[in-house]
């Protein structure tokens, strides 16, 4: 796998001097430049894990390529990338007034479990806590995940775990925040979250969300386990692009938007990766990028100084393989998307200067 795309990458000086050429010609001609992704896609064929490969740019699908059995009609599992979709659904119940903000403290929603004078601090706990992994939690992730998942009670386990930094400072990462916006936005809506996100997010957008796994308690799974098809993945990823519009339609609060997109946590494994509300941020090919993450190379990459959307899918199975691919994605996604597309906005706003 490795040896193959190894090849690839000797191709790229040459593949993107004739995207480059291309995109020259056309602008001479008084057209919009073209762009060839065909080494990407070339090169997801010899990625082994890589199920699917799309590109949109200006809204317009420029790239789909499915692989290893995959088919576009397919749900794929897209494991943590579901935690940018559960932001969404907290910024549009913010909007309708089933949650009052960001700053509302989480107490009142677990009065029970939140109770006596052991959990004071715990319930200085905010919702953008929660929303940034700035809980001060201990973690439910990693070597935790499965005690916390094999648990009779997932809400109660994540809230009874010892804290471990002060609400609202240190990042650590934990699905059992998420997981508690799942149960908050239940509380709030008076409905469960599959029924709030079906019907004032996906349905607006022009499909049905399939139902997920729950708790034992019946909760939807937070943050894991959300089930979308490759281009619904990429229409969400538009819908940010876009303001939180589509179809004419303001679905997700444009300040929700702006504001999910900025840096308010540090990564501890990478000091260049940024976390915001529910979305990861760090710099691809020179270009600021925001993307949802899920295990195993389930990506939503926007990069919207190019009016770019960049999803993939892959195997979720647990192996020593996984590692290498996502560096092979993000090497994919920066030298033959992105650097492509940028040299053909270049000469885009250079033709448009000349006019």
């Known amino acids: 796998m490795r040896d193959h795309f190894v090849t690839k990458r000797r191709w790229r000086p040459a593949i993107l001097a004739a995207v480059w050429m291309l995109a020259a010609t056309a602008v001479i001609a008084g057209e919009a430049p073209a762009v060839s992704l065909d080494a990407a896609g070339d090169a997801g064929a010899g990625l082994p894990r890589l199920y699917s490969l799309l590109v949109s740019w200006r809204g317009e699908l420029l790239l789909e390529r499915y692989y290893n059995g995959a088919r576009a009609a397919r749900p794929a599992n897209i494991k943590s990338a579901a935690k940018s979709v559960i932001s969404a659904l907290v910024g549009i119940a913010i909007e309708r007034g089933a949650i009052e903000g960001v700053r509302q403290p989480i107490a009142p929603f677990f009065p029970d479990l939140l109770a006596g004078d052991g959990n004071s601090a715990k319930r200085a706990i905010t919702i953008e806590d929660l929303l940034t992994m700035r809980s001060g939690l201990e973690s439910t992730s990693n070597v935790n ?28 990462y934990s699905t059992g925040n998420t997981h508690l916006l799942s149960a908050i936005l239940t509380k709030a809506t008076g409905g469960s979250t599959w029924q709030f996100a079906q019907e004032l997010l996906t349905k607006p957008m022009g499909f049905s969300l399939a139902q997920w796994p729950r708790d034992p308690q019946g909760i939807y799974f937070g943050g894991n386990d959300m089930l979308l098809t490759p281009r619904q993945m990429l229409a969400f990823g538009e819908l940010y692009l876009n303001g939180g519009r589509a179809a004419e339609k303001q679905i997700v609060p444009a300040a929700w938007v702006k504001a999910s997109l900025v840096p308010r946590a540090q990564s501890r494994r990478e000091a260049d990766r940024y976390y915001g509300y529910g979305w ?51 090497d994919l996604v920066e030298r033959l998307i992105i650097a492509p597309v940028a040299a053909a906005t270049s000469n885009t706003v250079a033709a448009r200067s000349r006019q």
Not at 163 to 170: A, D, F, K, N, R
Request: hydrophobic share 35%.
């Open 280 to 330: 990861w941020i760090r710099e691809l090919g020179g270009r600021q990028t925001f993307y949802a993450w899920g295990y195993g190379g389930q990506y939503i990459f926007l990069v919207p100084s190019l009016d770019l959307v960049i999803v993939t899918t892959s195997s979720s199975s647990v192996s020593e393989e996984r590692r290498g691919h996502r560096t092979t994605i993000f």
């Open 145 to 172: 995940y499965g005690a916390w998942v094999q648990s009779g009670n997932w809400v109660r386990y994540a809230l009874t775990r010892s804290l471990i930094h002060s609400p609202g400072t240190e990042m650590v």
